[in-house]
């Protein structure tokens, strides 16, 4: 994909001194904004997390092949012992050395286990995989969202410069309808009704602050920026061309790059995985020992002997679970079960996918045709401003159409701006659904 620097805002530098904080502006780019927030996303945290503890579960799968040592050591109080005929009479009583003591090591080292290590390590791999693939989709859905927090801003300055300039205008009429109304031209009910419309346009630049400095809360915030940045977008943005690419091209960015297919890929391997992991319970396990063993005093022999017998020895042990061969069916049909659900879900995730970016296709070359058809509006809106504002100087109009008139051009200027925006984010919408933003 090529690298568009489409998008370019504008970082507060705080700087404190006496209590007063001062601002300053830097100019940086989307991807800039990006890279902050993979580093101090709060929202993105969690996620790092989880694929770092998944990437430790692999060193913990991979001990599973180191051998196993045990160390025992018991000390004990023995009482005396007695003896009696079979038939418990000639009591005698049987002195015993009350001080007991065992010592012993023990070492195992698996040779074979059925696959049970091998598919272990592996399974855990592959979680590691999933997690690092739930990053990237936690990462490009954040990313989406810093890009629409910045088109938003961008679209509402804009907007804000719209209304401010439709207030201008009002404002020149209303000079003009007074100086009419004090020659005795015009009715006071015309001023009365424009101031209206002022006041209604002023209102609206109001919210359209406010919800400019929400969006900039919003993205500072997502994003990890310092606290007082201030955001503003780059003023050539929508000069800059976007590619057209096919449906189908998108498609296959699509099925290559999409996190959440891959993510739904994992889940089918890891599911497999699992069904080999269930199967290795029926094999036999076996392995290396070696053990070494002091006990004291020695107890088999009467009377007892005062001292330890220390032995050790060395094989081969082979140990098979008789009972998997009945208890493990329901357990591998339990994991077959899962592995068709997450072929399934894979399905449904393509189709998902593959109707998102139909979809997002659509609507992006929508856009394009959506900008040519309100540049016309505006055109056609800015020249019956002109007429009928030409015609109420010559009192060939009335104030009704003035206003209709001056609402049109508003409502032209605006469609018009978010037609342009529009058009950059279904192109970023596409790249978000292919996993390329």
Request: no cysteine.
């Given at each position: 994909m090529n690298n568009l620097r489409l998008l370019t805002g504008l970082l507060s530098i705080v700087l404190s001194s006496a209590g007063v904080c001062a601002y300053g502006?830097?100019?940086?780019?989307?991807?800039?904004?990006?890279?902050?927030?993979?580093?101090?996303?709060?929202?993105?945290?969690?996620?790092?997390?989880?694929?770092?503890?998944?990437e430790r579960e692999i060193s913990v799968a991979r001990s599973g092949r180191l051998p196993d040592i045990s160390a025992s050591l018991s000390l004990s109080y023995i009482g005396d012992g007695f003896t009696t005929k079979r038939n418990f009479s000639d009591y005698q009583k049987a002195p015993i050395p009350h001080f007991g003591n065992t010592l012993s090591v023990n070492i195992t080292q698996p040779v074979y286990t059925g696959g049970a290590v091998t598919n272990a390590i592996e399974?855990?791999?592959?979680?590691?995989?999933?997690?690092?693939?739930?990053?990237?989709?936690?990462?490009?859905?954040?990313?989406?969202?810093?890009?629409?927090?910045?088109?938003?801003?961008?679209?509402?300055?804009?907007?804000?410069?719209v209304v401010e300039g439709n207030i201008a205008a009002a404002q020149k009429v209303?000079?003009?309808?007074?100086?009419?109304?004090?020659?005795?031209?015009?009715?006071?009910?015309?001023?009365?009704r424009y101031e209206l419309l002022v006041s209604n346009l002023e209102l609206q630049l109001v919210r359209i602050n406010n919800t400019i400095d929400i969006l900039?809360?919003?993205?500072?915030?997502?994003?990890?920026?310092?606290?007082?940045?201030?955001?503003?977008?780059?003023?050539?943005i929508l000069a800059r061309s976007l590619p057209k690419e096919g449906v189908a091209w998108w498609q296959t960015e699509a099925e290559a790059n999409s996190p959440s297919l891959k993510l739904a890929q994992s889940g089918v391997e890891i599911s497999r995985k699992a069904e080999s992991l269930v199967r290795s319970e029926r094999l036999p396990k076996i392995g290396l020992q070696a053990a070494w063993s002091m006990d004291g005093p020695i107890l088999v022999e009467v009377p007892p002997i005062n001292r330890n017998l220390s032995y050790w020895y060395v094989g081969v042990g082979i140990n098979y679970n008789i009972s998997s061969l009945y208890k493990s069916n329901k357990a591998l049909s339990r994991s077959h079960a899962a592995t068709q659900k997450a072929l399934e879900q894979l399905d449904a995730t393509r189709e998902d996918v593959t109707l998102a970016v139909n979809a997002d296709h659509?609507?992006?070359?929508?856009?394009?045709?959506?900008?040519?058809?309100?540049?016309?509006?505006?055109?056609?809106?800015?020249?019956?401003?002109?007429i009928t504002s030409t015609r109420y100087s010559a009192d060939m109009a009335l104030i009704t159409d003035m206003l209709d008139a001056a609402?049109?051009?508003?409502?032209?200027?605006?469609?018009?701006?978010?037609?342009?925006?529009?058009i950059i984010y279904y192109y970023y919408k596409l790249l978000f659904t292919t996993g390329k933003i």
């Open positions: 502006q830097s100019v940086l780019t989307l991807e800039e904004i990006f890279n902050a927030a993979e580093t101090n996303s709060v929202q993105l945290r969690p996620s790092v997390t989880a694929q770092i503890e998944a399974l855990a791999e592959l979680k590691s995989t999933a997690a690092r693939y739930a990053t990237d989709f936690q990462q490009d859905h954040i990313r989406f969202q810093l890009t629409g927090f910045y088109l938003d801003i961008y679209k509402y300055n804009n907007l804000r410069r209303l000079q003009e309808m007074r100086a009419r109304y004090e020659q005795g031209t015009a009715l006071q009910n015309d001023i009365t900039n809360t919003n993205l500072v915030t997502t994003a990890g920026l310092p606290e007082g940045t201030v955001i503003l977008p780059d003023s050539t659509v609507r992006y070359l929508e856009a394009y045709e959506e900008l040519k058809t309100r540049q016309k509006s505006v055109e056609l809106a800015e020249r019956n401003y002109r609402n049109s051009k508003l409502d032209a200027e605006q469609q018009l701006v978010n037609a342009r925006i529009n």
